[in-house]
C-alpha cells in the first residue's frame, strides 16, 4: 500500500494500541509522511525523545542511565537508527514511570 493511502487515523490508533500508550505527535508525523513533506518521524523516535522528556534528564545524563553510548542515544532521537526491541520495551517504562531513570543509577 502506499503512503499517500493510509488513513492516518487507524494507522495511528493501531501504533498506539500496539505500545499501549497515547504517542502525540505520531498524528502529525504520519501526516508529513503521508504528504511528502521532510523526514519522516518513527514511533520509536518520539518513544525515545519522551521517554528522555520525561525523566527530566539531559542527553548524556539519559544515556549514561540506560548504558548507553550518547552518540547511539543521538541516532535514535534523530531516527538514523531504530533502537533494538529490549531497549524499546525499557523506554515503554521509562515513558509511563520516569522516575524509575533513579533506579538505574550505576551503584
Known sequence: ?????????????????????ALPDLRQALSEAK???GRVTT????????ARQKSG???TAFAERIST???????????????PGGVVCLLRLLAKHPNLTEELVAT
Open 35 to 37: 504528504a511528502g513533506l
Open 69 to 83: 553510548p550518547v552518540a547511539t542515544l543521538r541516532d535514535w532521537e534523530q531516527g538514523r537508527f531504530q533502537p
Open 57 to 59: 534528564l539531559t542527553q
Open 1 to 21: 500500500m502506499s503512503i499517500k493511502k493510509i488513513d492516518v487515523e487507524i494507522v495511528a490508533r493501531a501504533i498506539e494500541d500496539n505500545v499501549d500508550e
Open 43 to 50: 514511533p520509536e523516535q518520539i518513544l525515545v525523545r519522551r
